[in-house]
């Protein structure tokens, strides 16, 4: 008689070195703990422990500990009302960009920005606090008053990070998203702030080509009646715009001027961060001056262990959280490097070559880049000099256990991955790493902290060791305020809290192991529920996607109107390559072995190109729904796809199959069981 036994423990791919450990940031804030509280904790799991159950008195050490400035009097960090009606540190007032320029020396280098060229320009600390103090003096001349809307249809460059600083200064509100969005798109989102400042580059650079954005800066000017005056970013170095109330960036900062900090509330608003819009008009996700100074400090001085000295490169575009995450390396005193361009352009290499060439110590960037960088043969660790790098970032989706062992073999065995899930919701992160904290292949470290997170189950109880949905039981300082537009809180409440009152419920799936990591599988909203058995799309693009000859992939599972149900997986090949019978067979046997045999896909379809939200998240909902018969104009708004011709080849292919809309049929680039 056979018994079964249970798998393996998965062994860590990366430990804490003790030596590095000792000197790191988090170490020094635990003997500060230690030394508030009387009680020592002797590993990472005893302070997210003790961070979750006495939150006043975690965020009171981050407060005190990163010497945070607040005016005003108050007597609690936050009140007893249940999510989301908590307040925090009610009656003080502080300013997000007055800590964000009071750390780095006169002389010492805020702000490295590269475009696509290869041209470099260095900003120090005392440049940067000028010019941010010039544009405020100017914006304030020009009626700008805090509570106002400031916008940018911006790239990633110096000027997006002085006019937000400046914005905030101020105690206006900002927000901003890239040049790849049209008019429309923009002014999808723009017009419901109603702004009164538009800041706006001439143009960008993509894969080697520019891209006049001056025309389409005219429109969106035109859709927003609210705005006062424009100023014209020369990012190409173009003519100036005729438009009436255009002026030149120049001429904001022709009178520098001593930085001037307006005390706002703690819960004042700072920016608004805008959903996908994939799923109808963007939702304006609304956070605070303090809540963002005290996560931002946590997330990226204790977990990313960055200050002074080091250098913080992460590539994203202005459209994406990671934006404003990049933005607040300042309130640490490290040193950002901004790349406006591709990040394939002029090879794949080009990341690790920037972090090579400016020494960056933490680098951030998606799992696709990772796996590409697998296929195209890359060897950074042995052909750059990546000796400063110490943290290997990665966000967007999961990162495939391959990826891990990639990075320690190719990279370099000293690098920690620090992958994270977080989301623009809270515009910070729920899981992740830390210098004391192991890294094992396919996992996320643990839950941050400050962080309680939990997975539940279908009758809302936590569980270990099993797939349940993502929630969040106590409060974080960066949840959003609101809304905008959204006066009686009712679209808020719905978005997280519908399903368990009082507890953030985030659309993940996530597992929390023994050993207290989390494994992330993909959103709840687009599960594979395959015979009664819920699966996670990750774990199979983590095989797939991985396969010479794949590009990328992506699966859906939909009900048929009999009552059957239809899991196909849709593939795009690398040039050269072609989905015979071969291909097919390799597919199916890698996702039976290193997945389940419940993963086989029914179908395997190859594809064009896959659709994409702007920050490069797989639309597998909106691809459903097209296959269920849904009209392209109701399951994705055009501005929020990066291919809308991609998402346009799933309704002809629908409209190929037979009555029921799902039901494959031989037909080229199809290939059944």
Avoid at 91 to 107: D, I, K, Q, V
Wanted: charged share 20%; with cysteine; aromatic share 8%.
């Amino acid at each position: 008689m056979s018994t079964s036994q249970k798998p393996a423990p998965v062994e860590p791919v990366w430990l804490p070195d003790p030596s590095t450990v000792a000197d790191s940031r988090i170490a020094r804030f635990t003997d500060f703990v230690a030394r508030r509280t009387g009680v020592t904790h002797t590993d990472y799991r005893s302070l997210w422990a003790w961070s979750v159950d006495d939150l006043p008195g975690f965020w009171t050490a981050v407060s005190e500990f990163f010497e945070i400035r607040t005016t005003g009097s108050w007597d609690r960090v936050l009140d007893d009302a249940p999510m989301p009606a908590t307040r925090w540190f009610p009656g003080a007032r502080l300013n997000y960009a007055e800590h964000a320029l009071r750390t780095g020396a006169p002389g010492g280098t805020a702000v490295i920005s590269v475009d696509e060229s290869g041209s470099t320009n260095n900003t120090t600390w005392s440049e940067l606090r000028s010019q941010v103090g010039a544009l405020a003096v100017w914006m304030r001349r020009q009626g700008v008053a805090p509570g106002d809307r400031v916008v940018g249809y911006l790239p990633n460059s110096l000027h997006a990070v002085v006019a937000f600083l400046a914005c905030a200064s101020i105690g206006a509100v900002w927000s901003a998203c890239g040049q790849d969005y049209g008019a429309e798109g923009a002014a999808t989102r723009f017009s419901q702030l109603e702004p009164v400042v538009l800041f706006a580059a001439d143009g960008y650079c993509w894969n080697g080509r520019q891209h006049d954005r001056r025309t389409e800066t005219a429109a969106l000017r035109a859709a927003l009646p609210s705005v006062r005056i424009t100023v014209q970013v020369p990012n190409l170095g173009l003519p100036l715009s005729t438009h009436a109330d255009t002026v030149r960036w120049e001429d904001t900062l022709a009178n520098p001027a001593e930085c001037v900090f307006e005390h706002v509330p703690f819960d004042a608003p700072l920016w608004v961060l805008f959903s996908s819009g994939t799923t109808g008009i963007p939702k304006g996700i609304v956070h605070g001056h303090g809540g963002v100074l005290l996560d931002h400090h946590k997330l990226l001085g204790l977990h990313l262990d960055l200050g002074p000295g080091d250098r913080f490169l992460w590539y994203t575009t202005t459209n994406w959280m990671m934006w404003n995450m990049v933005v607040s390396g300042l309130l640490v005193g490290a040193t950002l490097v901004l790349y406006d361009g591709s990040p394939a352009h002029p090879g794949p290499g080009r990341l690790w070559e920037l972090a090579a060439e400016h020494r960056t110590t933490v680098l951030g960037v998606s799992p696709g880049y990772l796996q590409g960088s697998a296929k195209a043969g890359l060897e950074p660790g042995r052909d750059l000099d990546l000796s400063a790098l110490r943290v290997l970032g990665s966000t967007g989706a999961p990162l495939p256990a391959q990826s891990y062992f990639w990075v320690r073999d190719h990279v370099g065995p000293r690098v920690q991955v620090a992958s994270t899930s977080g989301g623009t919701d809270i515009v910070s992160g729920f899981a992740g790493s830390a210098p004391t904290t192991p890294v094992w292949p396919g996992e996320i470290s643990a839950p941050l902290l400050g962080v309680a997170l939990e997975a539940f189950d279908s009758h809302g109880r936590p569980v270990t060791d099993k797939v349940g949905e993502l929630v969040v039981t106590r409060p974080m300082p960066s949840m959003p305020l609101h809304f905008w537009n959204d006066p009686d809180g009712a679209r808020y409440r719905q978005a997280y809290f519908g399903s368990y009152p009082g507890v953030w419920r985030h659309g993940d799936w996530m597992t929390r192991t023994p050993h207290g990591s989390v494994i992330v599988s993909g959103r709840s909203d687009s599960t594979l529920n395959r015979h009664g058995v819920r699966l996670g799309s990750a774990d199979i693009y983590a095989v797939v996607d991985e396969l010479p000859g794949i590009r990328e992939s992506l699966v859906i599972g939909a009900e048929l109107p009999d009552g059957d149900y239809w899991m196909p997986l849709f593939v795009v090949l690398e040039p050269g390559h072609t989905l015979d019978d071969e291909l097919c067979d390799t597919i199916r046997a890698a996702v039976r072995t290193h997945a389940s045999p419940r993963h086989v896909p029914d179908t395997i379809i190859e594809v064009p190109a896959l659709p994409h939200t702007r920050t490069g998240k797989k639309l597998e909902v909106p691809v459903k729904r097209l296959l269920q018969g849904a009209d392209i104009s109701q399951v994705a708004g055009r501005e929020s796809v990066d291919d809308i011709s991609a998402l346009e080849h799933f309704t002809r292919f629908a409209r190929t199959t037979t009555d029921n809309g799902l039901s494959p049929r031989t037909m080229p680039g199809v290939a059944s069981p």
